[in-house]
């Protein structure tokens, strides 16, 4: 079974534009989670999204946004960008069943986003 | 700020040695959960501990929940360079189920 897919790997951004960045979950998965991991630092949550609908958001401005579409993929927006937005964009699905284990995380490869 | 504590930060050691990775907060989490990353790539989750004493073992790897589940620690036996990466502790809030990591511990071992 294919794992958490993201898209695209590496990305390359100038300050003040904006960036789309997309994930598609683990097959079967309803809820998928975005990170923000800067070199030297664990992952930073930024949002949850749950059958389409935001269920957390973390400590980001409003420049960053996200989706999630009918067939549970997301994207994830940042408008404005700054030199302080260049990380790893992780994405990472889980089940949200009715046990315990189907909370856990499942982590995409990353978006690499470089901001110049 | 990262909510999880790591210690230590960096961790060079021989093949063959043993280690031990830490994980604080002054936080409880409803569940804890470890993760391995390599450069450039995501973190794999390693395994989950939910019980306030927890122990569980995955192969050369032991993993123990704190007793009032605000810590957690990582131990490999046996190190072997494979074993090679970044460590992530993460911990899951009560109310919401959003990943709280820790820096990480980068582990180095060598041939």
């Known amino acids: 079974d294919a794992g958490v897919t993201q898209s695209p790997t590496h990305l390359i951004k100038t300050r003040g534009q904006h960036v789309t960045l997309r994930c598609s979950p683990i097959?079967?998965?309803?809820?998928v989670s975005w990170y923000q991991q800067v070199l030297g630092q664990g992952p930073q949550f930024i949002f949850q999204y749950y059958e389409k609908e935001e269920r957390g958001r973390g400590n980001f401005p409003d420049r960053f946004s996200a989706r999630q579409f009918p067939n549970y993929s997301s994207e994830l927006n940042v408008n404005a960008l700054l030199l302080g937005d260049s990380a790893l964009y992780l994405c990472?699905?889980?089940?949200?069943?009715?046990?315990?284990?189907?909370?856990?995380?499942?982590f995409g490869p990353g978006t690499r986003l470089t901001v110049t | 700020t990262q909510l999880l504590e790591q210690s230590p930060q960096f961790l060079s050691i021989q093949e063959g040695e043993n280690l031990t990775v830490y994980c604080n907060s002054s936080?409880?989490?409803?569940?804890l959960q470890w993760y391995r990353q390599e450069p450039g790539e995501g973190p794999v989750l390693l395994v989950t501990?939910?019980?306030?004493?927890e122990v569980k073992k995955l192969k050369r790897l032991t993993f123990q929940f704190g007793d009032a589940r605000k810590d957690s620690s990582l131990h490999i036996t046996a190190a072997q360079p494979g074993d090679t990466g970044l460590y992530l502790c993460a911990g899951e809030g009560s109310n919401d189920y959003k990943l709280s990591f820790g820096a990480g511990t980068t582990v180095t071992v060598r041939a």
């Open positions: 990472a699905s889980s089940l949200m069943g009715i046990t315990l284990s189907s909370y856990e995380q499942y």
């Open positions: 097959s079967g998965h309803k809820s």
């Open positions: 501990v939910v019980t306030g004493g």
């Open positions: 936080s409880v989490f409803s569940s």
